[in-house]
């Protein structure tokens, strides 16, 4: 795997403290996920191609943990989600452990996915012309706009049963 595809060129530039906080998230969040399994940490271990005790180590925080070893762990135990790895770094740990295997982590997944190629296409040459304090100005309205969606929907289905 790439150097890029690490976290310690990510967070090189930010003091050892916050690179220990996010190794204890993104640890926390492996660790989650491999008792969400039903599988047992050998069995996990061998399916992520690591030895068991460098394992139990990420899992603890004691290693730091590559990109790479993060999506193994989470591959191997069902659970792969970048969205959760993404979410647990930037420090939404939380949200990152409550989502993991759930829809709103697959939508999560699906939209980071699909987002940059979306925005290229829709705004062209117009990109250039982002500001980044437009950003959580636009998240608000996307949330605004599903939750009116998922209101819709469920609108649509009550009238279904209701035979209006």
């Known amino acids: 795997m790439s150097e890029s595809n ?13 690179t220990f906080g996010i190794n204890a998230r993104l640890a926390r969040l492996l660790t989650v996920a491999v008792d969400r399994s039903g599988k047992s940490r050998r069995e996990i271990a061998r399916a992520a191609g690591m030895n068991k005790d460098t394992f139990l180590r990420i899992l603890r925080g004691e290693k730091a943990v590559t990109l790479d070893d993060a999506e193994r762990v989470l ?3 069902g659970l792969a989600s970048k969205g959760a790895l993404l979410l647990a770094i930037l420090g939404h740990e ?3 452990v409550e989502w993991l295997g759930e829809d709103a982590g697959a939508f999560l997944d699906q939209f980071l996915a699909a987002l940059p190629v979306t925005m290229n296409e829709t705004l062209g ?8 304090r437009w950003a959580i100005g636009t998240s608000r309205l996307v949330a605004r706009l599903l939750a009116k969606h998922i209101d819709d929907f469920a609108e649509r289905d009550i009238s279904l049963v209701l035979g209006r």
């Open 125 to 132: 040459p117009r990109i250039a012309d982002l500001r980044p």
């Open 75 to 77: 591959d191997a135990s």
């Open 94 to 96: 939380d949200l990152a």
């Open 6 to 18: 690490q976290l310690g060129p990510i967070v090189d530039m930010t003091s050892s403290a916050q």
